[in-house]
């Protein structure tokens, strides 16, 4: 029965084509918003906190300050309205989940870059 699962969701579910990234990245996530009749472009650019999950059920966690209030946004990969991501900085983080990354503010909240 799970490989029956696993056929369905390889052959069925469109696969689109983002950029590898991960925990520690800064990201822009660019998805649509429908407002009754309109359709606009809206952008959430943060620090991916966590990417969990695998092939049609994969989401990942965004993470960015508005103020000086943290807003955390999860992302089904699979969402048809996700239009594009683009990775800004490669970070250096030690750990597939960055949850220490909340508890920090002002010059201890920033990531180091990785060089490619």
């Known amino acids: 029965m799970e490989s029956l699962v696993k056929f369905v969701q390889n052959e069925f579910v469109a696969k689109k084509d983002f950029p590898e990234f991960g925990a520690g990245d800064t990201i822009t996530v660019y998805y649509e918003i429908r407002e009754g009749e309109k359709v606009r472009t809206q952008f959430f650019r ?5 990417r969990r999950g695998s092939g049609s059920t994969e989401t990942f966690t965004i993470r960015k300050m508005s103020g000086t209030i943290g807003v955390e ?9 996700l239009q594009k991501i ?24 920033r990531i180091k870059e990785r060089r490619h």
């Open 46 to 50: 943060g620090v991916v906190i966590q």
């Open 73 to 81: 946004r999860i992302f089904p990969v699979n969402l048809p309205a």
């Open 86 to 109: 683009e990775v800004n900085k490669r970070g250096k983080v030690r750990r597939a989940r960055i949850f220490y990354f909340r508890d920090l503010t002002g010059k201890k909240a």
